[in-house]
């Protein structure tokens, strides 16, 4: 089970960081992603972190954000820097056993989802 905090409203060039948060013995076992999806969207890839903490980012937050685990705390963080008004989107935290790198940014390979976090950004 994942459980996604830390969403809110912030000005434009400010920050957030959004906490996930698993139970479970074996998290960390499981990669995680994080993914977004604003109003008549699709939902789009933002970040990935392997079992192995490495790190994998969507174009579009490139060199903003910051995917981050802590195992002993079953957490997945992501620090979002420099936000814009297009950053503005219900955020999700998935879990999944197994992915290969290729997929990572498909929704449908991943096996648990948390329940969303609004992020409003205003210009």
């Known amino acids: 089970q994942l459980q996604a905090s830390g969403g809110g409203l912030v000005q434009a060039g400010g920050s957030l960081r959004l906490s996930c948060a698993a139970s479970?013995?074996?998290?960390?076992?499981?990669?995680v992603g994080w993914f977004r999806q604003a109003p008549g969207k699709e939902r789009e890839f933002v970040a990935h972190?392997?079992?192995?903490?490495?790190?994998y980012y969507g174009d579009s937050v490139k060199g903003r954000f910051i995917i981050s685990r802590d195992n002993a705390k079953n957490t997945v963080s992501l620090q979002m820097n420099s936000l814009k008004p297009e950053d503005t989107a219900q955020y999700y935290c998935?879990?999944?056993?197994?992915?290969?790198?290729?997929?990572?940014?498909?929704?449908?390979?991943?096996?648990?989802w948390g329940q969303g976090t609004q992020v409003t950004v205003s210009s």
């Open positions: 972190i392997r079992y192995n903490s490495k790190t």
């Open positions: 998935a879990a999944g056993a197994g992915l290969i790198l290729s997929s990572i940014g498909s929704p449908r390979q991943y096996d648990y």
């Open positions: 479970g013995p074996t998290f960390s076992r499981y990669s």
